[in-house]
């Protein structure tokens, strides 16, 4: 089964969650064991990138510790061309579309295509938006974060995204960010779009990620809590899901 088919059916069911390793922040036999526990607690996909230090050797080591250890879905989750995995099941080809490199919007992307099309990687087209504190992704990607009092302008992006044929908006304050996306900003891209909302970044307890899977996100993603804390994953994952 393809993975977007996988995720549309497990989006039919309900919320989903999603566990985000960086290849550059743990061994590979960490990650493998990360994975393991994130989808016994009910995670529901395994996301591989991050935006410093990861290279390709970093990448394929990691994503086939991981399918070692699971058998949910490898999506990569990469900072630029150099961060891809033939072992992985997928690629978000993702576009960070209020940077302000051109590189960050199409050109990673051209530089990647061909290794896509050849390993037979899926692409899963995808809008990222960068909001407010946007942290160290907000820098790689050259971004001019979207300010966090300003939800129409995360719906125009949002839409924008849709109407260029995406599958799924990401919504992302950053990794490690103090406060995740507002809620309401949430919300309102929730009500105006008609593919999946993705939204991460800064959700580290329960009922973070209860909040954010209520005012609308589709899909939680979490990455340093469990870096960090696996045990309090298994509540997330439930909160997400609401359990
Ligand atoms: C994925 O960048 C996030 O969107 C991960 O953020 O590490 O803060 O969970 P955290």
Redesign the pocket.
Known sequence: MKVLDYLRARLAEGKVHMS?LDPDKMTPAEAGEVAFRATLAGSDAIMVGGSTGVTPEKTDATVKAIKDRTRVPVILFPAGAHALSRYADAVYFMSVLNSRNVRMIVGEQKKAARAVKAWGLEAIPMGYLIVEPGMR?AEVGEAQPIPRDDPEEAVRYALTAQFLGMQFVYL?A????PESVPVEMVAAVKREIAIPLIV?????TPEAARRIARAGADVV?????IEQDQGRLQAIVDAVKGL
């Open positions: 985000l992704v992302e950053g990794s490690g960010a991460g970044g800064g959700i580290r993603v979490t990455g340093t809590v």
